[in-house]
């Protein structure tokens, strides 16, 4: 099963991937674990991307995609692979159809903005352990101290709530218009396109997404 995995940041998009990816037996590829991945290994694309990366120039969707077919050539990827943060634009999903890399399944987790914000920036962590908690969904037993050691908890800086609005934005502007990309390419084509909404819990949400891939 080869898997395209869209949605918003915090909308539960890792907690999915786990499960496909255990239910198809097939590898979550991420696009910053890719990139990392493929410069630990220096590969002839992995140092092109670093030298592009250390001169503070956005990595080309050519590199990009020059990655991804590295990538999905490895033995993991026999039984499909699942794709989290690629594509993130039209033209990197263009090039996956001019290069003739099949996807099975686009699915679409859709949370309000609102549901988001909520969710992200009531996140806190204990930066000595990594423990994470939440105001609203797992909160300490003391307000703003770690349970363990009682010292402060913190907010990370990307779970600011005008980050987090930044963050939609830019989801929005380059990353959205993906959606009627594949809805209309599952008209024409043998792909399936799967909408859910991710306000549901994880189970829930993961069982909703397998009964519509048919297992």
């Known amino acids: 099963m080869k898997i395209i995995l869209l949605g918003p940041p915090g909308a539960g998009k890792g907690t999915q991937a786990e499960t496909l990816c255990e239910a198809f037996t097939i590898p979550h590829i991420s696009t910053g674990n890719m990139l990392r991945e493929a410069v630990d290994e220096e590969t002839e694309l992995g140092l092109e991307a670093k030298a592009l990366m250390d001169a503070g120039i956005l990595v080309s969707d050519e590199v990009i995609v020059g990655l991804v077919e590295d990538r999905i050539s490895k033995g993991d990827c026999k039984n499909g692979f699942l794709f989290d943060g690629f594509p993130r634009t039209i033209p990197q999903a263009q090039a996956l159809v001019d290069r003739d890399i099949p996807i099975d399944a686009v699915i679409e987790i859709n949370v309000p903005d609102q549901d988001i914000i909520e969710r992200m920036s009531g996140r806190r962590m204990h930066p000595g352990s990594g423990r994470n908690y939440h105001v609203i969904y797992n909160p300490p037993k003391i307000d703003g101290k770690d349970d363990l050691t009682g010292e402060d908890l913190v907010q990370r800086e990307?779970?600011?709530?005008?980050?987090?609005?930044?963050?939609?934005?830019?989801?929005?502007?380059?990353?959205?218009?993906?959606?009627?990309?594949?809805?209309?390419?599952?008209?024409?084509?043998?792909?399936?396109?799967?909408?859910?909404?991710?306000?549901?819990?994880?189970?829930?949400?993961?069982?909703e997404i397998l009964s519509m891939l048919n297992i």
């Open 158 to 207: 990307d779970d600011e709530p005008e980050t987090v609005k930044d963050r939609l934005k830019v989801y929005e502007d380059q990353t959205a218009p993906l959606i009627d990309f594949y809805s209309e390419m599952s008209k024409q084509e043998k792909l399936k396109y799967i909408k859910v909404s991710g306000t549901s819990t994880p189970e829930e949400v993961s069982s």
